[in-house]
Nanobody
Framework: VQLQASGGGLVQAGGSLRLSCAAS????????MGWYRQAPGKQRELVAT???????NYADSVKGRFTISRDNAKNTVYLQMNSLKPEDTAVYYC???????????????WGQGTLVTVSS
């Protein structure tokens, strides 16, 4: 299975973007889902996570501006990004803990990354 991310692009400071990430096929279960980002010259960092029950967690730098959500029926996670700042510029990666079958073990999958560029 692959995670397919989309929605990145170029936006002015103060603008909004919505990222989406979907599993490429049906799976047995999806537990935690999340978004991470990596800016040039920096390490990858957590942006937001959401568990299957809907409980969320955010990095302090995006609290109040970003909202993570998921559609369990579609195995899709979203990231609504508002009030974007130039420092939000990065490649955004989605992540999901997936179990492919009832007898398999859960493991982490990563999307291919989508570039978000915020101009000042």
């Amino acid at each position: 299975v692959q995670l397919q991310a989309s929605g990145g692009g170029l936006v002015q400071a103060g603008g909004s973007l919505r990222l989406s990430c979907a599993a490429s096929r049906s799976v047995f279960s999806v537990n935690n889902m999340g978004w991470y980002r990596q800016a040039p010259g920096k390490q990858r960092e957590l942006v937001a996570t959401i568990i299957s029950s809907g409980r969320t967690n955010y990095a302090d730098s995006v609290k109040g501006r970003f909202t993570i959500s998921r559609d369990n029926a579609k195995n899709t996670v979203y990231l609504q990004m508002n009030s974007l700042k130039p420092e939000d510029t990065a490649v955004y990666y989605c992540n999901a803990q997936i179990r492919l079958s009832a007898w398999g073990s859960e493991r982490a999958y990563w999307g291919q990354g989508t570039l978000v560029t915020v101009s000042s």
